[in-house]
């Protein structure tokens, strides 16, 4: 059995390095005197010194930030009010000598003398920034997650394991008829549904919940509790934890009433109605859809009249099911063909999100328009607006060029994207290598201008367009690949087929790579240039 040793320094050395250990530093404030006692940790917190530090305790609190300071003043004076609680707990900013914000978590105990006053209060402190700033992050994927769903035009809905509603988006209440989404948590179909209907529902998501077998592109007839009937498309899906466990059921539901009622009033539209509602269970499969449209490897037919030709193919390997990287091949005319890569800020559900305004805005541009710096203009004022309308803060970087393949002259205007590698008989290179070529990253400002550029292709056999996730993948001492490494592979297998030469590429890459695996999304788009008799 271990004992305090008969020495308190020794005692006083074991607690500053046991609090020192837990990151903790103690204080100790008599509530008479204006100064207070601050341990060396705190000191480090507050980035003063002994001398220096201030009494945060002490009115008017200025340390303490604007927005946690009636929350940090309220506990404190509850802690010094005649018999009040015998501890003070607190989380504030305090602003400190190195001019930053430390979130610093704050507790205390209230010692009283007989009559119930506040003498004297001591306690730790900790610094949470790190904590703090995380659930800051979390809090913000939990909102652009809950505006995606919500302005999805689905009803979208989780239920636990006894078919209780636990979340729904504004879908699914507005399909209800009621002003919230929440005033549907906790129901049951039975309280919506007639019996039929209610029952063979929860059937259905009891056996997903056993058998982890999902339900997909089912047609049911609603009937309601007060005997009308709508049609949905549902697909239902096992809900589980983070662990693998089955909490229950998810699903989404898309109305197809007007449909039904119309293949019943006239068999003669039963083909179209059949067209329509694989279009809704596409649309169910929303995640899916996006991913097949960036993995397109259909190029148009690309020649001239004086027989020029381009050749293309692409590679895309995404690192999960929602990505950000795509590219476009946008005929103009029989001789000019434009060539899009783009790459969104991150991964997954926002990312995606981007990437669909991104090609919602690229099916208006005007395809006739030759110029690559219009172009990229107007992509970038779409995106802007959007983006600011949603507060929300996104970027995307691309590249456009205008091949005129009857002259072979290449017109170019880049959005912060890394440049295309052009191969040619003699030497590879990189175009937009310098920063006045690369322009800004569209969606960051609205009055963001871009240049053009042009190049003469007369003698180039090969462009390479790509995104950065070839670039930053990382061998084990973690250097990246970067652009030199991939200008020696495109120069070293260019006399190769296009679906070689890309093939080649990639699997450098992975050589180069620890674990022989990709960090970020990679997309390459290869343009071969053809000229007659070579």
Known sequence: MSELSSNPSIDSDRLDLALRASNEGIWDWRTDEKNIFYSRRILEFLECTASTAPNIFLPPHLPVHHLDRPGFVRAIRQALDLNGPETLAADARVHTGGDIWRWLRIRGTVVRNRAGNAIRIAGSMIDISLRKAAEAQIEEERHLLRNLIDHVPLQIYFKDLESRVVMA???????HGLATSAELNGKHDRDLFSNAHWEKAAADEQRIIASGIPMTG??????????????????????RDKSGQVKGTFGVSSDVTSLV????????????????????EEEVKLAREIQQALSTTRFPSAISENGNQLVFGSRYLPISGLAGDFFEVIPLSNKKYGIFICDVMGHGVRAA??????????????????????FLHTLNQGLTSILKRANVTM????????????????????AGHPGPVIAGAENTTQLCTERCEKGPALGLFETATFSAHDIDISNIQRLLLFTDGVLEAENKEGEPFHENRLLQ???KHSVASM??????????????????????????????????GS
């Open 489 to 491: 592979i495109a120069s």
């Open 499 to 532: 679906d070689e030469w890309l093939d080649n590429i990639i699997e450098s890459v992975l050589t180069f790579a620890d674990g022989h695996h990709f960090d970020d999304d990679v997309c390459l788009l290869g343009v071969q240039i053809q000229r007659p």
């Open 169 to 175: 988006n504004r879908g699914m209440a507005d399909w």
């Open 261 to 280: 009622l119309a293949q019943r009033q006239a068999t003669e539209l039963a083909t179209e109605l059949q067209q329509k509602n694989t279009s809704y």
């Open 353 to 374: 999100l981007i990437v669909s305004m991104l090609r919602g805005l690229l099916a208006t541009q005007n395809i006739n328009n030759p110029d690559p710096v219009d």
């Open 218 to 239: 089912q047609l049911e007839c609603e009937t309601w509790r007060e005997g009308r009937e709508t049609f949905v498309v549902t697909s239902k899906f096992p809900w």
């Open 395 to 414: 970027f995307a970087t691309a590249f456009y060029g205008i091949i005129d393949l009857e002259n072979l002259i290449l017109k170019y205007s880049c």
